[in-house]
Every structure is written in structure tokens, then in C-alpha cells.
């Protein structure tokens, strides 16, 4: 089993910076792929960023690409997200989720068998 808890949410203005963090528990095994997602209200969940932590591979949606990063930290257990030049566009609840390998792009929410809670980032 698999525990994430996000956090690192908060409200920014445009063009401002904000990094989450996702601090993961359980069998490193089901977690070699961590990934971010978000969700907006009246929206569908979309994937924004994943790495593999074995070989540190990652993969970025269109929409995000150049400004966001992310970034493991394997002795804390921990994937960031850093998202620079945050746009009004960005506001979501974001979520940290893990699956046992990485698909080859971002994969779709059903991919991915564990989730955390979420935390809230509000661009305005």
C-alpha cells in the first residue's frame, strides 16, 4: 500500500512561483512512477507532470511545459512540483498519484492506483 499527502498549496498572484511537495509511504515498488494532476471545477482531472524515479525520466503536458518542473528527492521520499510564472489558468486542486511503472506520456487518472488528497493552488 501506498500513502501520499501533498501539500504546498496556497494562493499566488500571476507571474508568481509556487512548489508542492508530495511525501510518499509504503512500498517503493508501486511507486516507481509519481505524476502531478489537477482539477479544476466543472473540469476533468488532467495530467501535468510525472517522473519515473528509477531513471528520473519525465513528461510534461503542452500547457505546462517550460514552467513547470518536476523533481524527486528519493532520501525524503518526496516528488516536487515547481511551478514558475503561474497563470490564472493554473488554479486546481493538485494531486500527487503513483503507479508501479511510468507510461509512455502522461497516462490517464484510471492509470494510476494511488492518489493523495490534494492540495489547492489559486492564481489570481
Known amino acids: 500500500h501506498v500513502q501520499l499527502v501533498e501539500s504546498g498549496g496556497a494562493s499566488v498572484q500571476a507571474g508568481g512561483s509556487l512548489r508542492l511537495s508530495c511525501a510518499a509511504s509504503?512500498?517503493?515498488?508501486?511507486?516507481?512512477?509519481m505524476a502531478w494532476f489537477r482539477q479544476a471545477p466543472g473540469k476533468e482531472r488532467e495530467g501535468v507532470a510525472r517522473?519515473?524515479?528509477?531513471?528520473?525520466?519525465?513528461y510534461y503536458a503542452d500547457s505546462v511545459k517550460g514552467r513547470f518542473t518536476i523533481s524527486q528527492d528519493n532520501a525524503k521520499n518526496t516528488v516536487y512540483l515547481q511551478m514558475n510564472s503561474l497563470k490564472p489558468e493554473d488554479t486546481a486542486m493538485y494531486y500527487c498519484?503513483?503507479?508501479?511503472?511510468?507510461?509512455?506520456?502522461?497516462?490517464?487518472?484510471?492509470?494510476?492506483?494511488?492518489w493523495g488528497l490534494g492540495t489547492q493552488v489559486t492564481v489570481s
Open positions: 498519484a503513483a503507479h508501479n511503472y511510468c507510461p509512455r506520456a502522461l497516462g490517464m487518472p484510471t492509470w494510476y492506483q494511488y
Open positions: 517522473i519515473a524515479t528509477g531513471s528520473g525520466n519525465t
Open positions: 509504503g512500498y517503493t515498488y508501486n511507486r516507481n512512477c
